[in-house]
């Protein structure tokens, strides 16, 4: 007798969820996410107004891609109704910091009093207001703004002093 694995995802009223073979697509107030969601042996499904997750297989490492992909498909659904932000700090104690964003990146001038500008890749689906002293990361895929908040954060990495007195840089304060 084999026994079988599933997991039920709720569905939102607002939200409309489709599976076509290994894509799984939801809509929502916020947007549309659309990913590609497949593994040997596990099988996504629609059901009146919740998601099955299910493996006919009962073995560990089903189990945990059953968990994963559940994850991941809730990830997306609160994504599309509540949208995902990031809050970062821009901290300095010697070189006030500048930035700007452009189209697909963010610009950092004078970090440490360098001259040569550092640079940051933002991400598509993902917004960055800047602030005074602040960056605010905004989007609805949450893999998509934490890329972005950690390209940022990489970026201004420092390298080749002491990180105990250079505790300059934009660090993550806050994750909504």
Request: glycine share 6%; proline share 6%; net charge negative.
């Given at each position: 007798m084999v026994k079988e694995i599933a997991r039920q995802i709720e569905i939102p009223k607002e939200v409309a969820v489709t599976v076509d073979g290994n894509t799984v697509t939801v809509k929502g107030p916020k947007g549309e996410i659309?990913?590609?969601?497949?593994?040997?042996e596990i099988e996504i499904r629609k059901e009146e107004s919740h998601l099955v997750v299910n493996s006919k297989l009962d073995r560990k490492r089903q189990r945990a891609m059953v968990g994963t992909l559940a994850a991941h498909i809730c990830n997306m659904i609160k994504g599309v109704t509540e949208g995902y932000e990031y809050k970062m700090k821009v901290v300095y104690s010697h070189f006030p910091i500048q930035l700007k964003a452009a189209a697909d990146e963010l610009i950092i001038n004078n970090f440490l009093g360098e001259r040569k500008p550092r640079s940051a890749k933002i991400l598509p689906g993902t917004k960055v207001n800047l602030g005074k002293?602040?960056?605010?990361?905004?989007?609805?895929?949450?893999e998509r703004v934490g890329q972005t908040m950690a390209n940022i954060e990489q970026a201004t990495r420092v390298r080749g002093f002491d990180i105990r007195i250079f505790q300059d840089g934009i660090y993550l304060v806050d994750k909504r």
């Open positions: 659309s990913r590609q969601l497949s593994y040997p002293d602040e960056v605010v990361i905004t989007g609805i895929d949450k």
